[in-house]
């Protein structure tokens, strides 16, 4: 046990993006360790082998948590073995990710508790189908009434910008916030509650900006700036036509575009983390009625409780996507 813990602790300290060629005196101390363990795992296995023999219902091999510890030894030699070949070695040395799964074989308790826990997963089966029809249903609504649109944004009139020479302004409105809290607004087909018309207008050094763009390279605009004067441009009038924009919120995370992207926000909203603000996207571009959809999908979520057989360790299970209980 004392090598177990031993062995989380070196895993724990290694740096695999500095130390890529090993060369601090950091990463040579761990890598003896991680020698050392390895050794000592190396010499128990061949040790039982001898005591148990190797093949056998009663023997070494005849024991899955001794096969565990097979494969994991066997891993490491291969390891060893390839180093110094050209080849790459970050699949097998996530192997020793494993090594402490070697304390379950010598904690008796864990072990009924672990083998507890696996002779339940077959039982999880119809939970699953009910959480994939659920995800499949609530996607394809998702992806007919909203795909695209969240990508909605306010533009510039293309003749405005062209005739004005306005290239130093960007394309479409965006908040201070940026892309972290979009503007999304609504188009003329639909009936969200946030339209062009609904940007606020500008403000420099806390002031409200009221000229129009007649005013832009006059001398009374270019005091507007906010050096002596209280008015300035205001450019976000100007934002007025609604249409598809290139990116979707969150740096394209949060869409309905396809049925992908849609079980994503799905599983985003059932775990109760940010589910308002998709839901606020959708209603801004979208309809007010909108939450009909999210208060469904909150109701909708799986959940039941798996009880162990009788006669054994009682485990109860709360399932829901995204959220695991065991007690």
């Known amino acids: 046990?004392?090598?177990?813990?031993?062995?989380?602790?070196?895993?724990?300290?290694?740096?695999?993006?500095?130390?890529?060629?090993?060369?601090?005196?950091?990463?040579?101390?761990?890598?003896?360790?991680?020698?050392?363990?390895?050794?000592?795992?190396?010499a128990e296995m061949v040790i039982k082998m001898?005591?148990?023999?190797?093949?056998?219902?009663?023997?070494?091999?005849?024991?899955?948590?001794?096969?565990?510890?097979?494969?994991?030894?066997?891993?490491?030699?291969?390891?060893?073995?390839?180093?110094?070949?050209?080849?790459?070695?970050?699949?097998?040395?996530?192997?020793?990710?494993?090594?402490?799964?070697r304390a379950i074989n010598r904690v008796p308790s864990m072990r009924i508790l672990v083998t507890l826990l696996l002779d339940t997963l077959p039982m999880l089966g119809n939970v699953l189908?009910?959480?994939?029809?659920?995800?499949?249903?609530?996607g394809i609504v998702g992806v007919q009434l909203w795909a695209g649109l969240l990508r909605n944004r306010c533009f510039l009139d293309s003749t405005f910008a062209r005739n004005s020479n306005l290239s130093f302004l960007r394309p479409y409105y965006q908040p201070e916030e940026g892309e972290e809290n979009p503007f999304i607004c609504s188009s003329r087909r639909d009936n969200g509650m946030q339209k062009c018309s609904h940007i606020p207008s500008r403000r420099e050094l806390r002031v409200e900006c009221t000229l129009g763009w007649e005013a832009y390279g006059q001398p009374q605009a270019e005091g507007a700036g906010g050096t002596g004067h209280h008015t300035c441009i205001n450019w976000n009038q100007y934002y007025n036509v609604c249409r598809s924009g290139d990116s979707n919120p969150h740096n394209g995370a949060i869409s309905f575009d396809n049925i992908g992207y849609a079980w994503i926000a799905i599983f985003q909203v059932i775990t109760l983390e940010g589910w308002v603000d998709i839901m606020y996207y959708v209603m801004d571009a979208h309809s007010f009625y909108n939450f009909i959809y999210f208060i469904l999908l909150i109701i909708a979520r799986p959940s039941t409780g798996i009880v162990a057989p009788r006669g054994g360790p009682h485990l109860v299970l709360s399932v829901a996507p995204g959220a695991w209980c065991g007690v």
Request: hydrophobic content about 55%.
């Open 50 to 101: 001898i005591a148990l023999g190797l093949f056998g219902q009663k023997c070494y091999l005849g024991d899955t948590w001794n096969r565990l510890d097979f494969f994991i030894v066997m891993a490491g030699m291969m390891e060893y073995s390839l180093d110094g070949h050209n080849v790459s070695l970050s699949a097998i040395r996530t192997v020793r990710v494993l090594r402490p799964l």
């Open 129 to 138: 189908l009910l959480c994939f029809f659920v995800f499949f249903i609530f």
């Open 1 to 42: 046990m004392l090598v177990i813990m031993l062995n989380c602790v070196t895993l724990g300290m290694f740096r695999p993006c500095e130390d890529v060629e090993c060369r601090s005196e950091r990463c040579s101390i761990l890598e003896a360790f991680d020698d050392f363990i390895f050794a000592f795992f190396a």
